[in-house]
């Protein structure tokens, strides 16, 4: 079983609508979790962190389940600029080595 | 501009013929990384460093050498490059005493390996 999985999608979705994924980890001992995005052929950049408690930004919503280890990304109101793949983090089992789940691809359309 | 530079974008080459591809950051970042991406496999990482001359291994260290003799840099080495290390590769970097997974990356570098 991969450490961190992710469902690769492809999410399609109207502009407007609110789209959520979900990322499952293997290792309890992990600390720390984020989301990344990632346009096409360009570098990875952090869209946030994820907190025990929750945590918004804007129209973005992460949340992290210990009891089920899982991470989720919830995207309201969604934007043709949302399109990209969203890649989920976990880290801390050895302070400094982190494991990137595959990707979700989403795509938004008019 | 706070930054991570990677050297070359673009590189084909053959087996056998070792390479270096080349990562500078401007941040004074201690803790910087490599990681490969391939389709379906998503970003896996190769070797990380937490300070000058600090080194550890990642998931996918096998065929690859690292070296992080000053801070700003941290250059990747294929000592004999083979076809299953085409790929896409990232360097990353980010504050030590900060958290350490907010990353910076660089633009990448795609390597093809014939």
């Known amino acids: 079983r991969k450490e961190v999985e992710q469902d690769p999608g492809p999410f399609n979705v109207p502009e407007g609508a609110t789209v959520a994924f979900n990322c499952t980890y293997s290792n309890s001992a992990s600390q720390s979790f984020f989301w990344y995005r990632q346009d096409c052929r360009k570098e990875p950049k952090l869209l946030m962190s994820v907190y025990s408690s929750g945590n918004e930004d804007g129209r973005f919503t992460a949340q992290l389940n210990r009891a089920s280890q899982y991470i989720s990304l919830l995207i309201r109101d969604s934007k043709l600029s949302d399109s990209a793949t969203y890649l989920c983090?976990?880290?801390?089992?050895?302070?400094?080595?982190?494991?990137f789940g595959q990707g979700t691809i989403l795509t938004v359309h008019p | 501009e706070a930054q991570v530079t990677q050297n070359p974008r673009y590189l084909i080459t053959v087996t056998g013929k070792k390479l270096t591809v080349t990562c500078s950051q401007n941040m004074n970042h201690e803790y910087m990384s490599w990681y490969r991406q391939d389709p379906g496999l998503g970003l896996r990482q190769i070797y990380y460093?937490?300070?000058?001359?600090?080194?550890d291994k990642g998931d996918v260290p096998e065929g690859y050498k690292v070296s992080r003799k000053e801070k700003r840099n941290f250059p990747l080495i294929l000592e004999s490059p083979s076809p299953n290390q085409t790929s896409l590769y990232f360097c990353a970097s980010s504050q030590r005493d900060r958290d350490v997974y907010e990353q910076y990356f660089g633009p990448g570098t795609r390597l093809t390996v014939t």
């Open positions: 983090v976990g880290g801390g089992t050895s302070y400094g080595k982190l494991t």
């Open positions: 460093s937490m300070n000058v001359e600090v080194t």
